[in-house]
């Protein structure tokens, strides 16, 4: 049995970490099962008991090594509210998927005992949200050639914004179609799941 699995006292900084993790593989795991990328430029490597394909493109890694950084930031301050993955046809500009992660925060009060949760539980259910978006192939739509995605954070409405950042509108899907997922919690963060999907016009 590995280590981990005794772990139970969840930080707010741990709980920070794991949903930090989780959005890294799950955001890699959709560009490769959309197929954003090439196939080749993803590596395989094992992380919550299965292997998972990450990007070895250097330019993304930056880009989502940014996002993330601030993301945790955000998280932390219970920040943040939820974070989607829009994919968007490049030629048409039509949005055709919205990956959903809606994220509520609940910061432990000082002086509260530490929350419990084994760290092996948690790792569970976020493999089970990981195997559905795998799996989730098998009911959406072939995307066009020619694809790209976007980040959207969705914050509290006061929060400065960095400069490098900027604001958008929700780009929601006409006639879509929503399959909900699978949700985790670490007692700190809990995180819901769903994508919607263009539904063809045929």
Not at 112 to 123: F, G, L, N, T, V
Not at 128 to 147: E, G, K
Request: net charge negative; hydrophobic share 40%.
């Amino acid at each position: 049995m590995q280590a981990v699995a005794s772990k139970t006292n969840i930080s707010l900084k741990g709980s920070t970490e794991i949903v930090t993790e989780f959005f890294s593989y799950s955001i890699n795991t959709i560009l490769f099962q959309r197929g954003l990328y090439p196939p080749e430029s993803f590596t395989r490597v094992a992380k919550y008991g299965l292997p998972i394909l990450v990007t070895n493109d250097q330019s993304l890694k930056d880009y989502l090594d940014n996002v993330l950084k601030q993301l945790s930031e955000w998280l932390l301050s219970g920040d943040v509210q939820k974070l989607v993955l829009v994919i968007t046809d490049i030629v048409t500009k039509e949005v055709l998927e919205r990956w959903v992660f809606d994220v509520t925060t609940d910061i432990p009060k000082e002086g509260e005992a530490p929350r419990q949760k084994p760290e092996k539980e948690i790792m569970n259910e976020i493999q089970a949200i990981i195997r559905q978006i795998t799996a989730s192939v098998t009911f959406l739509p072939l995307l066009p050639n020619a694809c790209t995605f976007d980040l959207l954070v969705y914050t509290s409405k006061d929060l400065a914004v960095p400069q490098k950042w900027e604001e958008s509108d929700p780009k929601f899907i006409t006639n879509s179609q929503q399959v909900k997922l699978r949700s985790f919690t670490t007692t700190i963060h809990k995180v819901e799941s769903m994508v919607a999907y263009k539904i063809s016009n045929d």
